[in-house]
């Protein structure tokens, strides 16, 4: 279903926090002040790998206004962070392995006196030779990083005999595909608040995507205990997987501990350039083979990924890489071999897609390819090696069965850019074509010729499966809590975060259609170690599916304490009333008022000491075999595109771009629509703008007028968006989140459009002009960007 206006009746409301941001009222957490606060500051190394040989601060601590100088001796308990497992120096000691590791921070009265202070402390280096190449970092006689060496993990996803195949193969394609490191740029740079309570307690309110592992990090580091810190974590001014990890808050409670005071910190966009995790960038090489038919036969991958100078979450994004690597497709051989090796690049980490967005583009191109050797129609090439719903998963798992591949794929058919597509490859510009084909051809000639004869236009397609949850083997437990409160508000509690995906909104909705309550009857808490249970990382497409799974666990109880009470208030049996508007109503008369308010049920239930409300706790769907990070969840899309591409300049416009998305149940269709749209646009950076070049290991750009970001003028004019949301019957599992799914499928899309226009293969994300203008012979046709 096209998601507009005219669908989803009632489900269409403002967001319940979108006028506050729109205005500016909201308060974010790095926002925040405090009475008598202090300024954190930190010193991070100029040097890509050194060791540090001694570090003084005496001038820095002796400055006026300056409250507080640590180094690593004055961490008071594990030295080490990491959201996997603990690997990364909160303040290094003896070695430092990128531009940007943590040596030394301050606490001062202003932040002139702290940054003053920072350039007082003086740190003798010895450098070390830098590991500035993933392809180099496992040689022999390069310099290891760690103990361990320079290999952070290997991956291997094998069935069939993918080599022997090739020789049975009527077409084979083989190319390598480079991806960039692309920034999170969300408008909030990290940073926050830490404040030292009277009782020995500390409060830390700072933007992050999981609080609670927050609070168990922080516990370790500060040699506390878990429940002595409270975590607040919402609201974040965006995240995309950037504030999965720790940040800043290390720092800033150690000197807020050490102080006795408030300390605030918040680093530039410079700081968080050089400090904050990036997209892993990827080399992928692949070989591809079909028989004469165009059945894939053979399909080998070598993925190589840059994690950067410590783990974070590395193993993890390639694990899922690799997992991706064969798209939504059959193929019998399959060989895909992946390496993540620690360099002195920064930190690469999560980012929305989770290693989905690089394989993919790698995998789609490779269909396009194939299509041109076989002379096929690349939908078609599609159709014909589409899993069937009852297929195992890529790693051979047992997976929930959908028939959401299929209807994606026959979905994008009815998309006003398939004929455009059609004409483009079918009509005019290749000589043959007839009836609507014909029409759209001349159209769109019609167009190129009024841009000028340099301007060309194309269309592309992709198809993405993506899973979603942790996977197998990776705890993913979660869990909710509702109650009815003393001033009789149905109130919600969980543990996620609210930083710009809709969750408010989506869960408004969700509990207006668990209980017909009106907006004014609910009460939401999120984000607050101290207020709401476990639920988890608000990551990997999950909060959705989670929220829904819970509130149908949530319903029968409470809403049976609910009526239990009302009824003996209103004299009328319990099967006789139900939750609607505003309190407790007789069935059938749910527009009329109720015959107990909820304010009445809560002022009952508590003067007999009985307070309504219900919690629960469980786990993430997960396949019952398969290797660790197989996914359970899949959901399937497809993008389609127009870009328009200026073959004197170079330059790629994306002028319209349509997304299928086969979901489920779309819960918040303003939200759904936000997900997918932004999701398209942070896409579009990755595949034509965004690329964190490093020079021996050194960030070259560090703002934004040279790290470009999509505008609005950069936009497609036009975004569709169709919600395929029936789901199988039997499927118990409801709405997929579609956080990340909108971001992944596009880049190929874009790059089969452009070799539409112009002729063009592209093998290096992002596309540069200069690539496009080098690559194109005037006399001879076109050869690849490589």
């Known amino acids: 279903m096209l998601l507009n206006r005219e669908t989803h009746a009632g ?48 001038k820095a601590r002796q400055t ?14 594990l030295n080490l962070f990491g959201i996997a497992f603990p690997h990364q120096p909160v303040l ?32 003798v280096y010895e450098p070390l030779p830098v590991v500035d190449n993933p392809e180099t970092a496992l040689d022999e006689g390069t310099v290891l ?105 290390p720092f800033g409670a150690i000197l807020a501990l050490r102080t006795g005071l408030p300390v605030h910190m918040h680093n530039s966009r410079a700081e968080s350039v050089i400090a904050g995790i990036k997209r892993h960038p990827m080399r992928i090489r692949m070989k591809t083979g079909t028989d004469a038919d165009g059945r894939l036969v053979a399909h080998q991958v070598s993925i190589l990924a840059d994690t950067g100078a410590y783990a974070t979450l590395g193993c993890e ?13 059959r193929i019998p051989h399959v060989d895909v071999q992946g390496t993540s090796v620690y360099t002195n690049n920064g930190v690469s980490g999560e980012f929305r897609g989770f290693g989905g967005n690089q394989v993919i583009f790698a995998v789609e191109s490779q269909i396009e390819r194939l299509a041109e050797k076989l002379g096929m129609d690349a939908w078609e090439l599609r159709r014909l090696n589409l899993r069937a719903p009852d297929d195992p998963g890529p790693m051979g798992q047992q997976i929930v069965p959908t028939e959401g ?50 301007i060309r236009r194309g269309v592309g397609a992709s198809m993405v499966m993506h899973g979603a949850g942790l996977g197998l083997g990776i705890p993913d437990h979660s869990g909710g809590r509702l109650e009815l409160t003393p001033e009789g508000k149905l109130q919600a509690s969980f543990g996620f975060e609210e930083f710009g995906q809709g969750l408010y909104a ?54 049976q304490a609910l009526l239990t009470q009302a009824a003996a208030l209103a004299g009328v049996a319990a099967d006789e009333l139900t939750t609607g508007a505003g309190g407790i109503h007789r069935k059938g008369d749910e527009a009329g008022g109720p015959v107990v308010t909820y304010a009445q049920v809560a002022a009952a239930a508590e003067a007999a000491a009985t307070p309504i409300a219900v ?94 970001i999509p505008t609005f003028r950069d936009s497609p004019h036009t975004i569709r968006v169709d919600a395929i949301e029936e789901l199988p019957e039997g499927d118990t599992f409801g709405p997929r989140g579609v956080g990340e799914i909108g971001s992944v499928g596009l880049a190929p899309a874009i790059t089969a459009a452009v070799r539409q226009a112009a002729g063009i293969w592209v093998n290096r994300l992002p596309i540069s002009p200069e690539q496009i203008v080098q690559s194109i012979d005037w006399l001879e046709g076109v050869e690849a960007i490589d």
């Open 11 to 58: 489900k269409w409301i403002i967001r319940p926090d979108g006028e506050d941001k729109v205005t500016g009222k909201l308060q974010y957490l790095t926002d925040m002040t405090a009475p008598g606060m202090l300024y954190g500051k930190v010193l991070r190394s100029r040097h890509a790998h050194a060791w540090i040989l001694s570090i003084d601060a005496s």
């Open 64 to 77: 006026p206004g300056v409250r507080a100088v640590i180094t690593a001796e004055d961490v008071p308990g």
């Open 92 to 123: 290094c000691q003896d070695r430092v392995r990128y531009v940007g590791d943590a040596v030394a921070a301050v606490a001062a009265d202003t932040k002139d006196i702290a940054e003053y202070a920072l350039s007082l402390i003086e740190v």
């Open 145 to 249: 990083l760690h103990p361990e060496g320079n290999l952070l993990h290997r991956t291997s996803l094998q069935h069939g005999e993918a080599e022997l195949a090739f020789a049975a193969c009527a077409h084979i394609v083989e190319e390598t595909y480079y991806t960039p490191r692309q920034m999170h740029t969300y408008m909030e740079t990290e940073g926050g608040l830490f404040i030292p309570e009277k009782d020995g307690r500390l409060t830390v309110y700072s933007p992050t995507q999981h609080g609670y592992k927050d609070r168990m990090q922080l516990a370790r580091i500060l040699a506390m205990e878990e429940e002595r810190i409270r975590v607040v974590s919402s609201p974040i001014g965006g995240s995309f997987g950037g504030k999965d990890e720790l940040n800043l808050q």
């Open 317 to 329: 994004v390639l694990n899922f890489a690799t997992e991706h690597a064969i798209g939504p497709y």
């Open 405 to 454: 591949a299929a209807q994606v794929w026959s979905k994008v058919q009815e998309s006003p850019l398939w004929a455009k597509r059609g004409a483009a490859g079918a009509g005019a510009r290749a000589g043959a074509g007839a009836g609507a084909a014909a029409d759209a051809a001349d159209a769109a000639d019609a167009a190129d010729a009024a841009a000028g004869p340099w």
């Open 506 to 559: 989506a869960l408004t909705l969700m509990l207006q259609d668990c209980f017909g309550c009106a907006k004014d009857d609910i009460s939401i808490v999120i984000g607050d170690t101290d207020r709401v249970p476990s639920s988890g990382s608000s990551t990997a497409s999950r909060a959705t599916t989670m929220m829904w799974r819970a509130l149908q666990r949530l319903k029968p109880p409470l809403m």
């Open 615 to 708: 919690q629960t706790a469980f786990d993430y769907p997960t396949t019952p075999e398969g290797q660790v990070g197989a996914h359970y969840l899949y959901t399937y899309a497809a993008a389609v595109v127009e870009v328009e591409v200026n073959m004197l300049t170079g330059r790629v416009k994306v002028i319209a771009t349509d997304h299928v998305i086969a979901a489920g149940p779309v819960i918040n269709p303003m939200g759904f629509l936000g997900q997918i749209e932004g999701g398209s646009v942070m896409a579009l950076g990755f595949t034509l703008t965004e690329d964190a070049v490093m020079q021996e290991s050194a960030y070259v750009r560090h703002n934004l007028d040279t790290y470009l």
